[in-house]
Every structure is written in structure tokens, then in C-alpha cells.
């Protein structure tokens, strides 16, 4: 099972509503046009994101601002908010049905089921570690040095 793509387009909400938060308003079509998608998925994704005390929202298009710190927000905090993976069957669909007759499909789950929890506790333990002001810092870096690119670029071409 893939983790959903609300999760990256809530990493990407996050960091947009820092990026551009001087702005008049960074409502659910701004951040649609940012993100590449349908305005309505935006506004579920802020719905949960809201829900789970990350981002306020107001009724309107006056948009959405953030409820803590950057620092305070894990990207583990945005993959439970927007459920990213199911609760009861994890980060990996397992096959329903093995075939109780073969000896593989009879003990295939002895032998997987712990090594893909394992594998699930260590991705989310990593998520933990990583704040949305990371993202937002290399973000930041990332874009200054193409404006830089950019500028130079444009010096080169008018000497």
C-alpha cells in the first residue's frame, strides 16, 4: 500500500502557507494552483490539518494560517493527520488469502508480519525527527539559489 498523496500535499500546504504568508490570502485555489490539484482536495486536507491543530482555517476564502511553530510540526504529525495509512492494516497491504495448503502461503505471515511492523516503526521514527522548519529552511535555500542561477544567468546574457 503507497502512503496517500495527501501527505505530500500537506508537507506542501505547510511550507506554501509559510513561504507566501505575508500575502493578502493563501486560500484552498491559491494553494490548488501551487500544488497541482483540485481546490476541494486542498480544503480536505486543511479540514484535517485543522482538525489536528496544525493550521487554522476561517470560513471564506480569507485562508489559512499556521497554529504552531514550524519547529513544532514533525512530519510524522502531518502523516497521522491526514491518515495517511490505515490504522488497523499499517503501511503494508498484505496479500488477504495465502493459500493455507502451500507451505509458503501457510507461513508467510509468520515470517513477514514483524519485519514490515518493524519497517513501518522506523519510517514513522524518522518522520518524527524531521520538522516542517527543515522542509521550509531548504525550501527557502532551494529557491534563492535559483533566483541566483537566474540572475546570473541574465547578467551572461546581456554582457
Same mark, same amino acid.
Given at each position: /500500500?503507497?502512503?496517500?498523496?495527501?501527505?505530500?500535499?500537506?508537507?506542501? &500546504?505547510? &511550507?506554501?502557507?509559510?513561504?507566501?504568508?505575508?500575502?493578502?490570502? @493563501? #486560500?484552498?485555489?491559491?494553494?490548488?494552483?501551487?500544488?497541482? %490539484?483540485?481546490? @476541494?482536495?486542498?480544503?480536505?486536507?486543511?479540514?484535517?490539518?485543522?482538525?489536528?491543530?496544525?493550521?487554522?482555517?476561517?470560513?471564506?476564502?480569507?485562508?489559512?494560517?499556521? $497554529?504552531?511553530?514550524?519547529?513544532?510540526? &514533525?512530519?510524522?504529525?502531518?502523516?497521522?493527520?491526514?491518515?495517511?495509512?490505515?490504522?488497523?492494516?499499517?503501511?503494508?497491504?498484505?496479500?488477504?488469502?495465502? #493459500?493455507?495448503?502451500?507451505? @509458503?502461503?501457510?507461513?508467510?505471515?509468520?515470517?513477514?508480519?514483524?519485519?514490515? $511492523? $518493524? @519497517?513501518?516503526?522506523?519510517?514513522?521514527?524518522?518522520?518524527?525527527?524531521?520538522? /516542517? $522548519?527543515? %522542509? %521550509?529552511?531548504?525550501? =527557502?535555500?532551494?529557491?534563492? =539559489?535559483? #533566483?541566483?542561477?537566474?540572475?546570473?544567468?541574465?547578467?551572461?546574457?546581456?554582457?
Amino acid at each position: /500500500m503507497q502512503i496517500t498523496s495527501k501527505f505530500t500535499i500537506a508537507v506542501h &500546504t505547510i &511550507t506554501a502557507l509559510d513561504y507566501f504568508r505575508d500575502m493578502d490570502r @493563501v #486560500n484552498s485555489e491559491f494553494l490548488a494552483g501551487s500544488i497541482g %490539484v483540485n481546490p @476541494v482536495i486542498v480544503r480536505n486536507v486543511l479540514s484535517q490539518l485543522r482538525r489536528a491543530g496544525i493550521v487554522n482555517t476561517r470560513r471564506g476564502s480569507s485562508g489559512a494560517t499556521l $497554529a504552531r511553530p514550524l519547529e513544532e510540526i &514533525t512530519l510524522y504529525d502531518l502523516y497521522r493527520a491526514v491518515g495517511s495509512v490505515d490504522e488497523e492494516e499499517g503501511l503494508f497491504h498484505f496479500h488477504e488469502q495465502p #493459500n493455507a495448503a502451500c507451505p @509458503v502461503g501457510r507461513n508467510i505471515h509468520k515470517v513477514m508480519d514483524a519485519r514490515l $511492523a $518493524a @519497517v513501518q516503526q522506523t519510517m514513522e521514527n524518522e518522520l518524527k525527527k524531521m520538522t /516542517m $522548519a527543515d %522542509v %521550509v529552511s531548504e525550501i =527557502r535555500d532551494v529557491i534563492d =539559489r535559483e #533566483n541566483k542561477d537566474e540572475s546570473s544567468a541574465g547578467e551572461r546574457i546581456s554582457d
